[in-house]
């Protein structure tokens, strides 16, 4: 049932926009269980870069947070998240990590997959915010935000960082390739 600009949310409406945003929610719950298994994955591969390491290590700290602050509007919601998204989710990135183990320049493309999933989970959380403020859910809300100001700082960081890491990565590959021609 589509609503009219002008017409008024009957209850049926406020029930299935309430399922949308549970499900966006739990769809929130299980990307963040990605991410954290995303993030552990590449921070163990990290050695060489140090500060690096130590930023994707404090985001595993957030990411974990954000999983528990998302379960706790579902319960608030009266609902939870799905075991299957999450599992789905862990999976995925289980795959991502293991592709990344034969890639010589893991840490650029690495930089550059987080670099886009942070933007993918801003999207996911500027919606949700309006999509819980739509329905009068404000402490879903605030939730999203601040939950959306961590990954947008991460996202910065890692833009501010991007030309360094490459630079590391360049300069570390460079004398690998003068040492094997030794």
């Given at each position: 049932?589509?609503?009219?600009?002008?017409?008024?949310?009957?209850?049926?409406?406020?029930?299935?926009?309430?399922?949308?945003?549970n499900q966006w929610l739990r769809d929130a719950h299980a990307m963040e269980k990605q991410a954290e298994k995303m993030l552990t994955a590449q921070a163990e591969r990290l050695e060489h870069y140090p500060e690096l390491r130590e930023r994707i290590r404090q985001h595993i700290e957030e990411t974990r947070s954000q999983s528990d602050q998302l379960s706790r509007c579902?319960?608030?919601?009266?609902?939870?998240?799905?075991?299957?998204?999450?599992?789905?989710?862990?999976?995925?990135?289980?795959?991502?990590?293991?592709?990344?183990?034969?890639?010589?320049?893991?840490?650029?493309?690495?930089a550059l997959a987080g670099y886009v999933f942070e933007h993918m989970e801003i999207a996911s959380y500027r919606i949700l915010i309006e999509a819980a403020r739509s329905e009068g859910d404000e402490a879903t809300a605030q939730t999203c935000e601040a939950i959306c100001r961590e990954e947008e700082a991460m996202a910065a960081w890692l833009a501010e960082h991007m030309p360094e890491v490459t630079r590391t990565y360049l300069s570390r590959e460079a004398a690998e390739l003068e040492e094997a021609k030794r």
């Amino acid at each position: 049932m589509a609503i009219s600009p002008t017409s008024q949310p009957n209850e049926e409406t406020m029930t299935d926009r309430n399922e949308v945003i549970n499900q966006w929610l739990r769809d929130a719950h299980a990307m963040e269980k990605q991410a954290e298994k995303m993030l552990t994955a590449q921070a163990e591969r990290l050695e060489h870069y140090p500060e690096l390491r130590e930023r994707i290590r404090q985001h595993i700290e957030e990411t974990r947070s954000q999983s528990d602050q998302l379960s706790r509007c579902l319960e608030a919601r009266g609902t939870s998240a799905s075991g299957m998204k999450d599992v789905l989710g862990q999976m995925t990135a289980m795959f991502q990590g293991l592709g990344g183990i034969f890639a010589s320049d893991e840490v650029v493309k690495g930089a550059l997959a987080g670099y886009v999933f942070e933007h993918m989970e801003i999207a996911s959380y500027r919606i949700l915010i309006e999509a819980a403020r739509s329905e009068g859910d404000e402490a879903t809300a605030q939730t999203c935000e601040a939950i959306c100001r961590e990954e947008e700082a991460m996202a910065a960081w890692l833009a501010e960082h991007m030309p360094e890491v490459t630079r590391t990565y360049l300069s570390r590959e460079a004398a690998e390739l003068e040492e094997a021609k030794r």
